[in-house]
């Protein structure tokens, strides 16, 4: 199983690269409809 580390405060908006309370792991299509789902 693969898995994917996402950050629920994009690093471009001022999310902590390594803090984990900013990280989420996720499988890739989880990951990949996770960000589908925010740009709608």
């Not at 898995?3 to 989880?30: C, F, Q, S, W």
């Amino acid at each position: 199983m693969k898995i994917e580390i996402h950050h629920k405060h994009e690093i471009a908006n001022g999310g902590a690269v390594y803090d984990l309370d900013n990280l989420l792991l996720m499988t890739p299509r989880v990951h990949i409809d996770h960000h589908k789902e925010s740009n709608l």
